[in-house]
């Protein structure tokens, strides 16, 4: 009887094992799938538009080459994981506004800001819909359509004296006051595109 008793415990223990296993493999499948649902989706509403972070080795010289100073209001169009609104808040004493479409950046943004405690506040919405009267200082890291597209846009709503600082991508028509050259190291998406990561600052 005993030995039965024994061997039903070890039976058991083998098949809890068993479905452990197979509940982590679920779950880890289930977060693939809607970590690879959330990029497509991501993708589609942003016209294309993947989200690559602004290396972080730049993100002060950013600030910087767009003489960012306290009080001073910063967007981030299509701000990712406000990597750069963070430092543009807690470095430079700027407010900091973000617009995010991609669902996973926006929340992991969120949770970063919150962690962080920075004056940053995001905001689920397409930039090209956005008004950008009150802002000080634009950034972007887009793609050379959405450049055109937001030229129009900047020229329309922006007050005198605002700056726009574009990471790597031109406007196409102005002519910039100033381009700082980013570090030599590139980020993945600069290999792919054969870019520089220049910064870009335009006065308006
Ligand atoms: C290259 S990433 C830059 C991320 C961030 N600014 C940084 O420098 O780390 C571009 C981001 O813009 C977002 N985006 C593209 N078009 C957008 C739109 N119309 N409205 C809001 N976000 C947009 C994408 O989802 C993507 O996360």
Same mark, same amino acid.
């Given at each position: 009887m005993a030995i039965i008793s024994h061997k039903l415990k070890i039976i058991l223990i083998d098949h809890m094992l068993i479905y452990f296993l197979l509940a982590v493999y679920i779950i880890f499948l289930l977060l693939c799938v809607i970590f690879s649902v959330s990029i497509l989706i991501g993708l589609i509403m942003t016209g294309g538009v993947p989200f690559v972070s602004t290396p972080r080795y730049d993100l002060e010289k950013i600030c910087e080459a767009a003489e960012l100073?306290?009080?001073?209001?910063?967007?981030?169009?299509?701000?990712? &994981?406000?990597?750069?609104?963070?430092?543009?808040?807690?470095?430079? +004493? %700027?407010?900091?506004?973000? *617009?995010?479409?991609? /669902?996973?950046?926006?929340?992991?943004?969120?949770?970063?800001?919150?962690?962080?405690?920075?004056?940053?506040?995001?905001?689920?919405?397409?930039?090209?819909?956005?008004?950008?009267?009150?802002?000080?200082?634009?950034?972007?890291?887009?793609?050379?359509?959405?450049?055109? &597209?937001?030229?129009?846009?900047?020229?329309?709503?922006?007050?005198? +004296? %605002?700056?726009?600082?574009? *990471?790597?991508?031109? /406007?196409p028509n102005i002519q910039p006051a100033k381009t700082v050259l980013g570090r030599e190291k590139k980020n993945w998406f600069d290999r792919c595109l054969r870019t520089k990561g220049i910064i870009y600052v335009y006065q308006f």
């Open positions: 100073k306290p009080g001073e209001k910063i967007f981030d169009l299509g701000c990712g &994981k406000a990597n750069l609104l963070t430092v543009a808040a807690k470095k430079f +004493g %700027a407010a900091g506004t973000g *617009y995010e479409l991609s /669902l996973w950046p926006y929340f992991w943004g969120k949770l970063r800001v919150k962690l962080l405690r920075a004056d940053v506040k995001l905001k689920m919405q397409d930039f090209l819909k956005a008004d950008l009267s009150q802002a000080d200082v634009i950034f972007c890291y887009l793609f050379p359509e959405v450049m055109d &597209k937001l030229e129009n846009k900047f020229q329309k709503e922006l007050r005198p +004296g %605002a700056r726009v600082v574009s *990471y790597t991508f031109k /406007l």
